[in-house]
């Protein structure tokens, strides 16, 4: 039977102060020696080390000036001192720095050294010591977890009992990462906040696999009663269309039906609702757009000889050549880009292919088709208004009723051009054109397709619009208008009916509190741009006492708990074609640190860690590399099994 060989151990490691784990658990690195000097502690474990020690190799090592500095800095400094502090808060801030500023953990490999270089007269540089495992290892086992912790600890001190969840998801490689994002109102963090506490890969995107996933996650951190609404994409999983499923096969109507909360509230995505609002309305036209700008693009983007020969076709012309663009999948109003970029070299483009010999079939319809000029621009002008829309809406920390109004700005706009049959001057000046040169029949009935295209945004806009329209209670808590009690009434109602307590007397008396401060900014433009959730921290600010502002702060929380949007891809899906190779592990420590620290500077970080002890310590402990935790975890199973061993034994 094989001798069990001895590992390199934390106690070896304190015992032995002058060296660190080597290449694997089997040995340790002397930090007086030459760098890369390995001693394997296998066979005798810490006599080796002692062996090591007593060479004359390692007594010259010490006897040299530069390992003399170098054995001082390990062995005469205390663990314990200011200077080790902010040796570790310097290694802490710099593997946030890596996260925070997307860089590459293989940075840190030249970083580290670069330090001591540079630096030679710094003490805290010359031990400075965190390339691109250690890092990983800070990021993953110690600044995650501690930023996952603050978001749930600040949840219990400020007592916020309201939480909307959003979901997003996306691909990391071939595997299905979803993540979980928590919406809540804390005045005393700077109003609405928006968390991420859970990111995991999931085999599939169904109903029941989202569903259980969000309860474990909501159950495990202790949210699953403070939970009271829920957003998602407009999908058939999220929400089961405009009616929002009620037979329970949507994620949103499972967790109505088998979770304690019945009254959930759900909020679909209102961006998505504008990109195929108008991507329906554009399959009415006589002309696929969409089609269209993608295969002038995939023909000039596959074949680089083409482009170069419509390079010189805009040279010849004296036309300024521009790179034509797409579009993405799933946003259709990405194409207004390409669709403005097409109507700027146009006639170009056009005498490009009709030029060719044997230009593709449907390019070669659509340049001779009359009006094809006036399709591109009618669409042009009516996309330019929704693209500005949707920038609005996507606008970082909308409350729901900001997004409602957005959405009836948009409603207006189509009913007004509808009844006016509006068309762009240069869309009537090219229709003129061509009723004299004898298309009066294609130019009528270009007409009728554009009412008919307005009439088709109306009823999808109004059909997809329908579910928020229950949020509509809410309209004077944008603060943008003079306050009325009236309006407060449905509110109050409608949180009641949804196990949300408010007195009512206590209310108005805080309402009319509210009242005199909203009237002492009338005509002030700063206060009016502001955001609803600013408005209301702002009031919060002001106010005396939790006593003055109870109810209304109860409101607020409800309110805001609701997410006008769901989880912004960008916010954990910007997997980019580098981040790849990394483990997913490490991909959801960066992805939470991004996300929860967005608004914390690296300056601001370091001076968190100088003031947390613990996590310091953390830091500098081994037990944050992934060999540590593997061998805890095989001692502890270890431990088990002789346990359980133990109990079998008979006793005599």
Same mark, same amino acid.
């Given at each position: 039977?094989?001798?069990?060989?001895?590992?390199?151990?934390?106690?070896?490691?304190?015992?032995?102060?002058?060296?660190?784990?080597?290449?694997? $658990?089997?040995?340790?690195?002397?930090?007086?020696?030459?760098?890369?000097?390995?001693?394997?502690?296998?066979?005798?474990?810490?006599?080796?080390?002692?062996?090591?020690?007593?060479?004359?190799?390692?007594?010259?090592?010490?006897?040299?000036?530069?390992?003399?500095?170098?054995?001082?800095?390990?062995?005469?400094?205390?663990? +314990?001192?200011?200077?080790?502090?902010?040796?570790?808060?310097?290694?802490?801030?710099?593997?946030?720095?890596?996260?925070?500023?997307?860089?590459?953990?293989?940075?840190?490999?030249?970083?580290?050294? =670069?330090?001591?270089?540079?630096?030679?007269?710094?003490?805290?540089?010359?031990?400075?010591?965190?390339?691109?495992?250690?890092?990983?290892?800070?990021?993953?086992?110690?600044l995650a977890p501690d930023c996952l912790e603050n978001v749930l600890k600040s949840l219990e001190e400020n007592e916020i009992d309201y939480c909307g969840i959003s979901t997003d998801a996306g691909n990391h490689g071939p595997v299905k990462v979803v993540a979980i994002v928590i919406q809540y109102f804390?005045?005393?963090?700077?109003?609405?906040?928006?968390?991420?506490?859970?990111?995991?890969?999931?085999?599939?995107?169904?109903?029941?696999?989202? %569903?259980?996933?969000?309860?474990?996650?909501?159950?495990?951190?202790?949210?699953?009663?403070?939970?009271?609404?829920?957003?998602?994409?407009?999908?058939?999983?999220?929400?089961?269309?405009?009616?929002?499923?009620?037979?329970?096969?949507?994620?949103?109507?499972?967790?109505?039906?088998?979770?304690?909360?019945?009254?959930? #509230?759900?909020?679909?995505?209102?961006?998505?609702?504008?990109? +195929?609002?108008?991507?329906?309305?554009?399959?009415?036209?006589?002309?696929?757009?969409?089609?269209?700008?993608?295969?002038?693009?995939?023909?000039?983007?596959?074949?680089?000889?083409?482009?170069?020969?419509?390079?010189?076709?805009?040279?010849?012309?004296?036309?300024?050549?521009?790179? =034509? #663009?797409?579009?993405?999948?799933?946003?259709?109003?990405?194409?207004?880009?390409?669709?403005?970029?097409?109507?700027?070299?146009?006639?170009?483009?056009?005498?490009?292919?009709?030029?060719?010999?044997?230009?593709?079939?449907?390019?070669?319809?659509?340049?001779?088709?009359?009006?094809?000029?006036?399709?591109?621009?009618?669409?042009?002008?009516?996309?330019?208004?929704?693209?500005?829309?949707?920038?609005?809406?996507?606008?970082?920390?909308?409350?729901?009723?900001?997004?409602?109004?957005?959405?009836?700005?948009?409603?207006? /706009? #189509?009913?007004?051009?509808?009844?006016?049959?509006?068309?762009?001057?240069?869309?009537?000046?090219?229709?003129?054109?061509?009723?004299?040169?004898?298309?009066?029949?294609?130019?009528?009935?270009?007409?009728?397709?554009?009412?008919?295209?307005? $009439?088709?945004?109306?009823?999808?806009?109004?059909?997809?619009?329908?579910? /928020?329209?229950?949020?509509?209670?809410?309209?004077?808590?944008?603060?943008?208008?003079?306050?009325?009690?009236?309006?407060?009434?449905?509110?109050?109602?409608?949180?009641?009916?949804?196990?949300?307590?408010?007195?009512?007397?206590?209310?108005?008396?805080?309402?009319?509190?509210?009242?005199?401060?909203?009237?002492?900014?009338?005509? $002030?433009?700063?206060?009016?741009?502001?955001?609803?959730?600013?408005?209301?921290?702002?009031?919060?600010?002001?106010?005396?006492?939790? /006593?003055?502002?109870?109810?209304? #702060?109860?409101?607020?929380?409800?309110?805001?708990?609701?997410?006008?949007?769901?989880?912004?891809?960008?916010?954990?899906?910007?997997?980019?074609?580098?981040?790849?190779?990394?483990?997913? $592990?490490?991909?959801?420590?960066?992805? =939470?640190?991004?996300? +929860?620290?967005?608004?914390?500077?690296?300056?601001? %970080?370091?001076?968190?860690?100088?003031?947390?002890?613990?996590?310091?310590?953390?830091?500098?402990?081994?037990?944050?590399?992934?060999?540590?935790?593997?061998?805890?975890?095989?001692?502890?199973?270890?431990?088990?099994?002789?346990?359980?061993?133990?109990?079998?034994?008979? /006793?005599?």
């Amino acid at each position: 039977m094989p001798k069990r060989k001895c590992r390199f151990s934390v106690e070896l490691q304190r015992k032995y102060t002058c060296f660190r784990r080597g290449r694997d $658990d089997f040995e340790g690195e002397c930090l007086v020696c030459r760098p890369g000097t390995f001693v394997s502690v296998a066979h005798k474990g810490g006599r080796d080390l002692q062996s090591h020690m007593d060479s004359e190799k390692h007594k010259i090592a010490i006897r040299g000036e530069a390992s003399s500095a170098k054995l001082a800095s390990v062995l005469v400094k205390p663990c +314990n001192s200011k200077w080790e502090d902010e040796v570790t808060a310097a290694e802490g801030t710099f593997a946030f720095h890596t996260v925070k500023h997307h860089h590459s953990y293989n940075v840190m490999t030249c970083t580290s050294g =670069l330090l001591k270089t540079m630096f030679p007269d710094s003490d805290i540089a010359r031990k400075f010591s965190s390339a691109k495992t250690k890092t990983e290892a800070i990021v993953n086992s110690v600044l995650a977890p501690d930023c996952l912790e603050n978001v749930l600890k600040s949840l219990e001190e400020n007592e916020i009992d309201y939480c909307g969840i959003s979901t997003d998801a996306g691909n990391h490689g071939p595997v299905k990462v979803v993540a979980i994002v928590i919406q809540y109102f804390d005045w005393k963090s700077g109003g609405l906040q928006s968390k991420i506490i859970e990111m995991k890969s999931q085999p599939n995107e169904s109903a029941d696999t989202i %569903f259980s996933y969000v309860k474990e996650t909501l159950e495990s951190k202790g949210l699953l009663k403070k939970c009271i609404a829920f957003t998602g994409d407009n999908c058939n999983t999220m929400f089961g269309g405009t009616q929002q499923d009620s037979e329970g096969r949507s994620v949103f109507a499972k967790s109505k039906s088998e979770l304690d909360n019945k009254t959930s #509230l759900g909020v679909g995505c209102p961006a998505h609702i504008l990109n +195929n609002c108008v991507h329906q309305a554009a399959d009415t036209l006589d002309v696929d757009v969409e089609s269209i700008i993608f295969k002038i693009y995939q023909y000039f983007h596959i074949y680089r000889v083409q482009t170069e020969q419509l390079k010189e076709y805009c040279e010849f012309v004296d036309t300024e050549y521009k790179k =034509l #663009l797409s579009h993405s999948k799933t946003r259709w109003l990405s194409s207004f880009q390409g669709i403005t970029r097409l109507i700027h070299v146009f006639p170009t483009v056009k005498a490009f292919f009709l030029s060719q010999n044997k230009p593709p079939t449907v390019l070669q319809e659509f340049f001779e088709h009359e009006l094809s000029e006036a399709y591109l621009l009618h669409l042009q002008s009516l996309m330019s208004m929704f693209h500005s829309y949707v920038l609005e809406l996507e606008r970082e920390n909308n409350s729901v009723v900001e997004v409602l109004q957005v959405l009836l700005c948009v409603q207006n /706009m #189509l009913a007004e051009r509808r009844s006016h049959s509006f068309m762009s001057l240069k869309v009537k000046s090219l229709l003129k054109e061509k009723r004299e040169a004898g298309f009066g029949a294609e130019c009528d009935k270009f007409c009728a397709e554009v009412n008919s295209f307005y $009439d088709s945004c109306i009823e999808y806009l109004e059909k997809w619009m329908e579910p /928020m329209k229950e949020f509509s209670c809410f309209m004077w808590m944008s603060l943008s208008e003079s306050l009325e009690w009236d309006k407060v009434g449905p509110s109050i109602k409608f949180l009641l009916d949804r196990d949300v307590s408010i007195d009512e007397g206590k209310c108005f008396d805080q309402f009319c509190n509210l009242e005199k401060f909203v009237d002492q900014f009338k005509g $002030d433009d700063e206060f009016i741009k502001l955001q609803a959730h600013q408005k209301w921290t702002k009031y919060f600010e002001t106010s005396k006492n939790v /006593m003055c502002h109870s109810e209304l #702060l109860k409101m607020a929380q409800g309110f805001f708990a609701l997410a006008s949007r769901p989880a912004n891809a960008g916010f954990s899906f910007s997997l980019s074609k580098e981040r790849g190779n990394l483990s997913l $592990d490490s991909l959801r420590s960066m992805v =939470l640190l991004q996300y +929860n620290y967005k608004h914390v500077a690296c300056k601001e %970080f370091h001076a968190y860690l100088l003031s947390n002890k613990q996590l310091l310590n953390k830091i500098r402990s081994t037990e944050k590399y992934a060999w540590a935790k593997q061998r805890r975890t095989e001692e502890q199973s270890a431990s088990e099994s002789v346990s359980g061993i133990s109990y079998s034994v008979p /006793m005599y």
